[in-house]
């Protein structure tokens, strides 16, 4: 059905008039008539709503630095932050030869009630000192819990200290949970201290190989980034680093020497993604590699930036290869996933990534959102100069990064430079909006009250969404895909990851378990007998 500006009243009916002004600065109907179609994002969930979001703390550890497998993560603080934020992401990792993983420690101060009221610096020194004894990791960072800001521990001050008696990197995060409005702010917070200590903190100033490049925003969850490498490394690409999936302390330092920086999660990474073409001249490219036609479009956007015939040539042969192997596979699952619709929310990039594999699929994409993104993650980043800054953001430092004079190199000359951006997403990315048809639906930080009554009206195929809102909707009789760590399935990128995920939503609609969604008792009465009058004894 056509959902119209008038629906949305409609829906909000239960809401009072404060908060109904307010959650519809939070959703638009697709109106391509319009030239311009604004969003509310980033800002705060009214309080007693129930959202999706997460904290700062979980986008600073748990989201980018927690992959990094060669240091130690330190969460300071209470148990539950440590424990909740132990592998529930599914970012993978493997060992390298000779090479360094702890991905799998859960490494906690544990702070008790003592040491709220007396203060966890001690305990933290200690802590750092047994990490580096017992577990001897490249760098180690330490994070900081809600309770940690709270009660002023200067963990910045000990992880100097431990720093200078230790002789290797301690970061420390300022990463409290309620810095920001969601994860988002932690991200940013992470992204800074990445920057400032650890990349181009090496002494190499040329890349390792041919076409060198880094790949941001990528966290190897599922195994995702492995499949993408496969398919980069045969085309003859050298990888730097991947920000951060499966990747390393040692690697990150390194990233200054790339020709090229890939972007994938743009929310997550886009600070870094801007500071490296600042500091060292290196461009970014927006990607995509969730769907088949994304896959190639991305690879052919790649070979267009370095111009070389044979890396052309070579991603072409790649590509009709992957096509000739993956296409007839998918076909089987397009028969049986054409004319569905589908809601995709998810935290931030893959509410716009995931619908152009729906779309492949013949599944259309009538709701789609994010968490915590912003508005240039919807709109385009043409709109950050128009962004207010309010007291959330400013919580988050910012950092000041100059042209490294030694380093900066412009990649390709700057005419060349604004040639392909005319033809290829180069340090920019224009969002979300324009992809969605007439009609569709945009919501930023979708609620549990209004995915249950958007379903009740648009009744989809597939709730394509996390693990917090996913039951709840199952039990309503709907499939679902959770985008997050993909419900213990995966990897959905590249081409394999295409078939992958064709193939587990193909089950969710052909599953025989919706057969039991209704009790038996509730079509045919187990018992069955009558009451006849007068027969009473009692
Ligand atoms: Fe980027 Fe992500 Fe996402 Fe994200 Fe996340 Fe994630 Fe996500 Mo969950 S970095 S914004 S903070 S693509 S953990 S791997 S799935 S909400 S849409």
């Given at each position: 059905?056509?959902?119209?500006?008038?629906?949305?009243?409609?829906?909000?009916?239960?809401?009072?008039?404060?908060?109904?002004?307010?959650?519809?600065?939070?959703?638009?109907?697709?109106?391509?008539?319009?030239?311009?179609?604004?969003?509310?994002?980033?800002?705060?969930?009214?309080?007693?709503?129930?959202?999706?979001?997460?904290?700062?703390?979980?986008?600073?550890?748990?989201?980018?630095?927690?992959?990094?497998?060669d240091m130690v993560h330190i969460?300071?603080?209470?148990?539950?932050?440590?424990?909740?934020?132990?592998?529930?992401?599914?970012?993978?990792?493997?060992?390298?030869?000779?090479?360094k993983?702890f991905?799998?420690y859960?490494v906690?101060?544990?702070?008790?009630?003592?040491?709220?009221?007396?203060?966890?610096?001690?305990?933290?020194?200690?802590?750092i000192?047994?990490v580096v004894?017992?577990l001897?990791p490249n760098a180690i960072s330490?994070?900081?819990?809600?309770?940690?800001?709270?009660?002023?521990?200067?963990?910045?001050?000990?992880?100097?200290?431990?720093?200078?008696?230790?002789?290797?990197?301690?970061?420390?995060?300022?990463?409290?949970?309620?810095?920001?409005?969601?994860?988002?702010?932690?991200?940013?917070?992470?992204?800074?201290?990445?920057?400032?200590?650890?990349?181009?903190?090496?002494?190499?100033?040329?890349?390792?190989?041919?076409?060198?490049?880094?790949?941001?925003?990528?966290?190897?969850?599922?195994?995702?980034?492995?499949?993408?490498?496969?398919?980069?490394?045969?085309?003859?690409?050298?990888?730097?680093?991947?920000?951060?999936?499966?990747?390393?302390?040692?690697?990150?330092?390194?990233?200054?020497?790339?020709?090229?920086?890939?972007?994938?999660?743009?929310?997550?990474?886009?600070?870094?993604?801007?500071?490296?073409?600042?500091?060292?001249?290196?461009?970014?490219?927006?990607?995509?590699?969730?769907?088949?036609?994304?896959?190639?479009?991305?690879?052919?956007?790649?070979?267009?930036?370095?111009?070389?015939?044979?890396?052309?040539?070579?991603?072409?042969?790649?590509?009709?290869?992957?096509?000739?192997?993956?296409?007839?596979?998918?076909?089987?699952?397009?028969?049986?996933?054409?004319?569905?619709?589908?809601?995709?929310?998810?935290?931030?990039?893959?509410?716009?990534?995931?619908?152009?594999?729906?779309?492949?699929?013949?599944?259309?994409?009538?709701?789609?959102?994010?968490?915590?993104?912003?508005?240039?993650?919807?709109?385009?980043?043409?709109?950050?100069?128009?962004?207010?800054?309010?007291?959330?953001?400013?919580?988050?430092?910012?950092?000041?990064?100059?042209?490294?004079?030694?380093?900066?190199?412009?990649?390709?000359?700057?005419?060349?430079?604004?040639?392909?951006?005319?033809?290829?997403?180069?340090?920019?990315?224009?969002?979300?909006?324009?992809?969605?048809?007439?009609?569709?639906?945009?919501?930023?930080?979708?609620?549990?009250?209004?995915?249950?009554?958007?379903?009740?009206?648009?009744?989809?195929?597939?709730?394509?969404?996390?693990?917090?809102?996913?039951?709840?909707?199952?039990?309503?009789?709907?499939?679902?895909?959770?985008?997050?760590?993909?419900?213990?399935?995966?990897?959905?990128?590249?081409?394999?990851?295409?078939?992958?995920?064709?193939?587990?939503?193909?089950?969710?609609?052909?599953?025989?378990?919706?057969?039991?969604?209704?009790?038996?008792?509730?079509?045919?009465?187990?018992?069955?007998?009558?009451?006849?009058?007068?027969?009473?004894?009692?």
């Amino acid at each position: 059905m056509a959902f119209r500006e008038q629906d949305l009243d409609a829906l909000m009916y239960d809401y009072p008039a404060k908060v109904k002004r307010n959650r519809k600065k939070h959703i638009l109907v697709r109106d391509t008539s319009q030239q311009k179609q604004e969003i509310e994002a980033n800002t705060r969930t009214i309080p007693g709503i129930i959202t999706n979001r997460g904290c700062a703390f979980a986008g600073c550890k748990g989201v980018v630095l927690g992959p990094l497998k060669d240091m130690v993560h330190i969460v300071h603080g209470p148990v539950g932050c440590g424990y909740y934020s132990w592998l529930t992401r599914r970012n993978k990792a493997r060992t390298d030869e000779g090479g360094k993983n702890f991905i799998e420690y859960c490494v906690t101060t544990d702070m008790q009630e003592s040491d709220i009221v007396f203060g966890g610096e001690k305990k933290l020194a200690q802590l750092i000192d047994e990490v580096v004894e017992t577990l001897k990791p490249n760098a180690i960072s330490v994070s900081a819990t809600c309770p940690v800001g709270l009660i002023g521990d200067d963990i910045n001050a000990v992880s100097k200290a431990a720093e200078q008696r230790h002789h290797i990197p301690v970061l420390s995060f300022s990463c409290e949970g309620y810095r920001g409005v969601s994860q988002s702010a932690g991200h940013h917070i992470a992204n800074n201290g990445l920057m400032e200590h650890v990349i181009g903190d090496s002494d190499s100033e040329e890349a390792p190989g041919k076409y060198a490049i880094n790949m941001l925003g990528e966290y190897n969850i599922g195994g995702d980034s492995w499949e993408i490498e496969r398919i980069l490394e045969e085309i003859g690409y050298t990888l730097v680093s991947v920000m951060t999936g499966n990747s390393s302390y040692e690697e990150l330092r390194e990233a200054h020497t790339a020709e090229l920086n890939l972007v994938q999660c743009h929310r997550s990474i886009n600070y870094i993604a801007e500071m490296l073409e600042k500091k060292y001249g290196t461009p970014w490219l927006k990607v995509n590699f969730i769907g088949i036609e994304s896959t190639v479009e991305s690879l052919r956007d790649m070979a267009l930036y370095f111009d070389d015939p044979a890396l052309t040539q070579k991603t072409e042969e790649v590509i009709a290869r992957e096509l000739a192997r993956v296409e007839p596979v998918m076909e089987q699952y397009k028969k049986i996933c054409k004319h569905k619709t589908a809601f995709c929310f998810v935290g931030g990039s893959r509410g716009h990534h995931y619908q152009k594999l729906f779309k492949e699929l013949g599944i259309e994409t009538i709701l789609a959102g994010y968490e915590f993104a912003h508005r240039d993650d919807y709109e385009g980043r043409e709109v950050i100069p128009e962004i207010k800054m309010d007291a959330d953001n400013r919580n988050i430092p910012e950092i000041k990064v100059e042209k490294d004079e030694r380093r900066f190199r412009l990649k390709i000359p700057p005419e060349r430079m604004e040639e392909l951006k005319d033809k290829i997403p180069l340090s920019n990315y224009p969002g979300m909006i324009p992809d969605m048809k007439d009609g569709h639906i945009v919501v930023d930080d979708l609620n549990h009250f209004e995915t249950e009554e958007f379903i009740r009206i648009l009744k989809p195929d597939i709730f394509a969404s996390g693990i917090k809102d996913k039951y709840v909707v199952q039990k309503m009789g709907i499939p679902s895909k959770q985008l997050h760590s993909y419900d213990y399935s995966g990897p959905y990128a590249g081409f394999n990851g295409a078939i992958r995920f064709a193939k587990d939503v193909a089950d969710g609609f052909t599953t025989p378990t919706w057969n039991f969604i209704n009790p038996p008792w509730q079509n045919e009465p187990l018992l069955s007998g009558t009451v006849e009058e007068g027969e009473h004894t009692c």
